[in-house]
């Protein structure tokens, strides 16, 4: 095997984080698209109920961010790559405010007025425990909320 072609060295594991998960949504995938956008607007709530105050700007480029007034806030990441109502791709931090790349995918796929939404969320850098303890069963209330939502 020639040596440009050779694989790139895996990275260990605490410094990597892949969470795949999907949900099946009896709703069409606009509504579902829609849901999710809400849900990572002004929609996502803390588990008491409180606003996270957050913001997603629906475009190429757009910021994803916690807005807490009078311009202190927290950029969560950007759209990089926004095609309604089949995909949403977002890049940055996230809700990890340290060293780390994170990228977001939701994939919906419709059939017969059933939609598959599947969630990838994959980041490296010093990712911290609690954040890869907590952020898989963080990312299913989310699709649960979705869910919710896309079938009021």
Do not use: C
Request: charged fraction near 20%; hydrophobic fraction near 40%; aromatic fraction near 6%.
């Amino acid at each position: 095997m020639d040596k440009q072609m050779e694989k790139a060295p895996s990275l260990p594991a605490e410094l990597t984080l892949n969470v795949q998960q999907e949900i099946q949504i009896e709703a069409p995938a606009s509504i579902v698209f829609d849901s999710i956008l809400e849900q990572s607007g002004p929609g996502f709530m803390t588990p008491d109920g409180k606003s996270m105050q957050l913001r997603l700007e629906p475009w190429p480029g757009g910021r994803w961010f916690r807005d807490t007034g009078n311009n202190p806030g927290h950029l969560w990441g950007h759209v990089q790559v926004i095609k309604p109502p089949t995909l949403l791709e977002i890049v940055g931090p996230m809700f990890m405010s340290y060293a780390v790349a994170g990228h977001l995918q939701y994939r919906l796929s419709e059939k017969a007025g059933v939609t598959t939404l599947a969630l990838a969320h994959t980041a490296i850098g010093n990712i911290a425990q609690q954040h890869r303890e907590g952020v898989a069963k963080g990312w299913q209330q989310i699709l649960e909320e979705i869910k919710k939502r896309a079938t009021r």
